[in-house]
T-cell receptor, first 114, second 115 residues
Framework: DTGVSQDPRHKITKRGQNVTFRCDPI?????LYWYRQTLGQGPEFLTY????????KSRLLSDRFSAERPKGSFSTLEIQRTEQGDSAMYLC????????????FGSGTQLSVL | DQQVKQNSPSLSVQEGRISILNCDYT??????FLWYKKYPAEGPTFLIS?????DKNEDGRFTVFLNKSAKHLSLHIVPSQPGDSAVYFC??????????????FGAGTILRVKS
């Protein structure tokens, strides 16, 4: 399977703990996106990378959130001091990086903060 | 401020009939539109797209119509099949600096195709 893979699929944590998610994009894709989806809503943009450079961050991405993409391959999204409002599906997507392109999404990581 | 709206949370259609899913947008800077389909426990998968220079794009059973003056697009599925039962998301993008390369999604419509 050469699609976008995300790990873990599910994460349950207690409020105040730190969590880290990983995304492995399609190998030839140089753009990588993080989105968040809550129940009854569509995916909301968080941030995106062009190779290893983080080019844009949403206002939704508070200072408790940090994303990295070392060497322009896989990416990690860390949430520090989790809050119950962080409970959501975190989706990663990748693309070739051309204009008018479609994104390829992973299956997501479902985070539950108790 | 929802810039992409899908006002029907759900739609139920008989197998073999047409499914019509609607989407409205408010920002005239949007000029490229996509539909994604999402099954439970999976990520969204791309279905079909349309550029603002067109008013129709067709791919097999799926056709997307764009009415720029009304800021409205619709997805037609003919004939509908039980395997089409999923959540459908409308998404929009713009080449403007404000939107960069991200997609703005609607809240989705749950389609149920009854056999």
């Amino acid at each position: 399977d050469t699609g976008v893979s995300q790990d873990p699929r599910h994460k349950i944590t207690k409020r105040g703990q730190n969590v880290t998610f990983r995304c492995d994009p399609i190998s030839e894709h140089n753009r990588l996106y993080w989105y968040r989806q809550t129940l009854g809503q569509g995916p909301e943009f968080l941030t995106y990378f062009q190779n290893e450079a983080q080019l844009e961050k949403s206002r939704l991405l508070s200072d408790r959130f940090s994303a990295e993409r070392p060497k322009g391959s896989f990416s990690t999204l860390e949430i520090q001091r989790t809050e119950q409002g962080d409970s959501a599906m975190y989706l990663c997507a990748s693309s070739l990086g051309v204009t008018r392109e479609k994104l390829f999404f992973g299956s997501g990581t479902q985070l539950s903060v108790l | 401020d929802q810039q992409v709206k899908q006002n029907s949370p759900s739609l139920s259609v008989q197998e073999g009939r047409i499914s019509i899913l609607n989407c409205d947008y408010t920002n005239s800077m949007f000029d490229y539109f996509l539909w994604y389909k999402k099954y439970p426990a999976e990520g969204p998968t791309f279905l079909i797209s349309i550029s603002s220079i067109k008013d129709k794009n067709e791919d097999g059973r799926f056709t997307v119509f764009l009415n720029k003056s009304a800021k409205h697009l619709s997805l037609h599925i003919v004939p509908s099949q039980p395997g089409d039962s999923a959540v459908y998301f409308c998404a929009a993008s713009s080449l403007s600096m404000e939107y960069g390369n991200k997609l703005v999604f609607g809240a989705g419509t749950i389609l149920r195709v009854k056999s």
